[in-house]
Antibody, heavy 116, light 110 residues
Framework: EAQLVESGGGLVKPGGSLRLSCAASGFTFSNAWMSWVRQAPGKGLEWVGRIKSKIDGGTTVFGAPVTDRFTISRDDSKTTVDLQMNSLKIEDTGVYYC???????WGQGTTVIVSS | QSALTQPASVSGSLGQSITISCTGTSSDVGGYKFVSWYQQHPGKVPKRIIYDVSNRPSGVSNRFSGSKSGNTASLTISGLQAEDEADYYCNSYTSSGTRVFGGGTKLTVL
């Protein structure tokens, strides 16, 4: 069974950085495009960004609110995908979900709180 | 990329049918078959219920169906049941290579 498990959430001050990690199992990770989706408290889902598989170029793309602040990387040997978040803003607060790019598999989410 | 437009709320009685719309542009919904729908119960992880406009993943009830016309996609739930009460989100691939969600629709089953 495909499974995704996020970790790394926590409390961080505005302007700070945080790195989230997602461990994948149960599917061929190296072939998978992986995405991150977030949800602010009481708000809707927001697509954050994606990394393609290495065989498809391994490139990344992001939604406008996080471009230039967030990066995504992957380690196919460890079957993990990371979301590096820099210059964090209060509005980045929320639950961050790791998903396959087709969003058929979701992790349980990890909570990020940006507050002074 | 602006969020896709969904009604904030819809309601229907047990056994009835409802439809949730999702309006975008020719750069997203209208330009691609890659529209999907997600169901999220309070405090739970979203679940994909429709992909590629009208396809249902294995295990999803056939009471859920999807369609698209022009720049608007639709999710129809027939034979409403109490457990269908949830938030529903559409999502589309975009011409920028990104994906975009709708604002979400809260379904109340009366």
């Amino acid at each position: 069974e495909a499974q995704l498990v996020e970790s790394g959430g926590g409390l961080v001050k505005p302007g700070g950085s945080l790195r989230l990690s997602c461990a994948a199992s149960g599917f061929t990770f190296s072939n998978a495009w992986m995405s991150w989706v977030r949800q602010a408290p009481g708000k809707g889902l927001e697509w954050v960004g994606r990394i393609k598989s290495k065989i498809d170029g391994g490139t990344t793309v992001f939604g406008a609110p996080v471009t230039d602040r967030f990066t995504i990387s992957r380690d196919d040997s460890k079957t993990t995908v990371d979301l590096q978040m820099n210059s964090l803003k209060i509005e980045d607060t929320g639950v961050y979900y790791c998903t396959t790019d087709l969003m058929d598999v979701w992790g349980q989410g990890t909570t990020v709180i940006v507050s002074s | 990329q602006s969020a896709l437009t969904q009604p904030a709320s819809v309601s229907g009685s047990l056994g009835q049918s409802i439809t949730i719309s999702c309006t975008g542009t020719s750069s997203d919904v209208g330009g691609y078959k890659f529209v999907s729908w997600y169901q999220q119960h309070p405090g739970k992880v979203p679940k994909r219920i429709i992909y590629d406009v009208s396809n249902r993943p294995s295990g999803v009830s056939n009471r859920f169906s999807g369609s698209k016309s022009g720049n608007t996609a639709s999710l129809t739930i027939s034979g409403l049941q109490a457990e269908d009460e949830a938030d529903y989100y559409c999502n589309s691939y975009t011409s920028s290579g990104t994906r975009v969600f709708g604002g979400g629709t809260k379904l109340t089953v009366l």
